[in-house]
């Protein structure tokens, strides 16, 4: 078999896939494995994650352990935030001998270039967190650090769940305005009042990480006019556009025809009040700015980011 011109990665915190592809992008095996984790695993770790991928595809293909499979390696995976990350992995990928060459970023890339036409573009992550990059027609990049609170970032679905909460236990104690969500998230959780939840989270009988279930809630709950519900979803629409706009703006884009990807599960969920309240801002803001919602895997982009990549050669 003749080598493959890009082995692409695209490494999320739930899951990682592993495509080999040829230089028509033709993808020849992809497969998924564990998750890409290396604030959990360390860089070592969540690479030989990765290399299990590497493994199945050369099983598959029927192709030897001790040679490169690609001309590129291309890896799209979180926990490359900093540049000093990017750095490490780089070398960690390299140092595995899979292809000639070896490029990695951060995955939402690939999220952008699956969810794109062309090699530039914008997008905006919100799914167990919030994040957003950006690609210029010239390659200037925009990106930002996205780790949480300590970054700036507010949103994704924990985010979300965790400030209905908040909203749910004031409405009960007097501090905060009447909501439905006072009754409709201790019942979530099988309480009878908002006082009991806080004490079963207080003593681990209920976990906190369990916040992001509520999303769904917030939106079924808005959609009854919840003023409180309402307000979060669009705090929600306020952050996905505030990410766009910053990038937008950093990389002089405000006023092109720029393709604004919108990805992650609570994205994806098409929340008609969310969705209405972004294209509206997006309307006065960057009217000529199109928004997708990408239903195509990363994975895709990861391969077309490498393709991209060699063609510059």
Known sequence: MTRAAVLAIDGGNSKTEVALAAADGTVLACVQVGGFTPHLDGMAGAVSVAGQGVALIRAELGLAADEPLAELLAAYVAGADFPVEVEALTAEFAARGWAERTIVDNDSFALMRSGTSRPWGVAVVCGAGMNCVGIAPDGRHARFPAIGTVSGD????????????????????????????????????????????????????????????????????????????????????????????????????????????????????????????????????????VLTLTTDRPIQGAVLLGLDELARR
Request: proline fraction near 4%.
């Open 154 to 289: 507010w949103g994704g679905g924990p985010g979300i769940g965790e400030t209905a909460h908040w909203f749910a236990v004031r409405a009960e104690d007097g501090r905060g305005a009447p909501t439905v969500l006072r009754k409709a998230v201790a019942e979530y959780f099988g309480c009878a009042s908002m006082a009991e939840l806080v004490e079963s989270i207080h003593f681990g009988r209920i976990a906190d990480d369990r916040f992001g279930e509520l999303a769904p809630l917030v939106f079924e709950v808005a959609g009854l006019g919840d003023e409180v519900a309402l307000s979060i979803v669009e705090r929600l629409a306020d952050e996905v556009c505030a990410f766009a706009f910053a990038a937008m703006g950093r990389l002089d884009l405000m006023d092109a025809e720029v393709e604004v990807v919108l990805g992650g599960g609570v994205l994806r969920a098409r929340q008609p009040l969310l969705t209405a309240g972004i294209e509206r801002r997006f309307a006065a803001r960057a009217p000529k700015a």
